[in-house]
Every structure is written in structure tokens, then in C-alpha cells.
Nanobody, 119 residues
Framework: QVQLVESGGGLVQAGGSLTLSCAAS????????MGWYRQAPGSQRELVAA???????NYADSVKGRFTISRDSAKNTVYLQMNSLKPEDTAVYYC?????????????WGQGTQVTVSS
């Protein structure tokens, strides 16, 4: 059994900051890529940022220069530091991780955490 538990969402004014955390627990051999996705009402889920096991990161164009993804492999945790937040960043944010339990990496998802940015 593997669980991804997110925390850190909330309500913030435009221009403010939030940090999301996602901790993986359970029967884990190795974690490959980890990432954050978001889904706004009426929209498709979209990739926000992803980070490899080696620390290489990529970002959606809409968040480049404002968001930073990082991970602590010893804690099986991924973070998303969000600065200069805009109302259009309002969404449910989901953590994603490709986890190896035996041989083949499988995708796992967190339950989602709401981020609301007021104008």
C-alpha cells in the first residue's frame, strides 16, 4: 500500500505565497519522477511542475519564474513553493509520483489540496 498525502493549500491574496508538501509513505522501493498537477473548475488537469530523482525540474510556462519544485528523497517528500500567486492559479493541486514497489514504476496520486488566490 502506498499513500501520497498533501498539505499546505489554503486561501491567499494575489501576490502572496504558499508552499505545498506531499509525502509518500508505505511499501516503497524507489521513487522516480515526482510532480504537481492542478485542475481548475471546468478545466483539464494540467502539469504544473515535475522533478526527476536526479533533481532535474521542468515547469509549465504559466508558472516559470514564480514556482519552484524541490524534493527531499530521504523523506520521500516533494514540495512546491509558489510565489507571486495570481487568481488564475486557483485550482485543486494534486501530487503525483512514479513509485517502484517491486519492479515497474506505477503512478500514484494524492487526494488534492485546494489553493484559492483572491484578487
Amino acid at each position: 500500500q502506498v499513500q501520497l498525502v498533501e498539505s499546505g493549500g489554503g486561501l491567499v491574496q494575489a501576490g502572496g505565497s504558499l508552499t505545498l508538501s506531499c509525502a509518500a509513505s508505505g511499501s516503497i522501493f524507489r521513487i522516480n519522477d515526482m510532480g504537481w498537477y492542478r485542475q481548475a473548475p471546468g478545466s483539464q488537469r494540467e502539469l504544473v511542475a515535475a522533478i526527476t530523482s536526479g533533481g532535474g525540474a521542468n515547469y509549465a510556462d504559466s508558472v516559470k519564474g514564480r514556482f519552484t519544485i524541490s524534493r527531499d528523497s530521504a523523506k520521500n517528500t516533494v514540495y512546491l513553493q509558489m510565489n507571486s500567486l495570481k487568481p488564475e492559479d486557483t485550482a485543486v493541486y494534486y501530487c503525483n509520483a512514479y513509485i517502484v514497489r517491486v519492479a515497474i514504476p506505477q503512478p500514484y496520486w494524492g487526494q488534492g489540496t485546494q489553493v484559492t488566490v483572491s484578487s
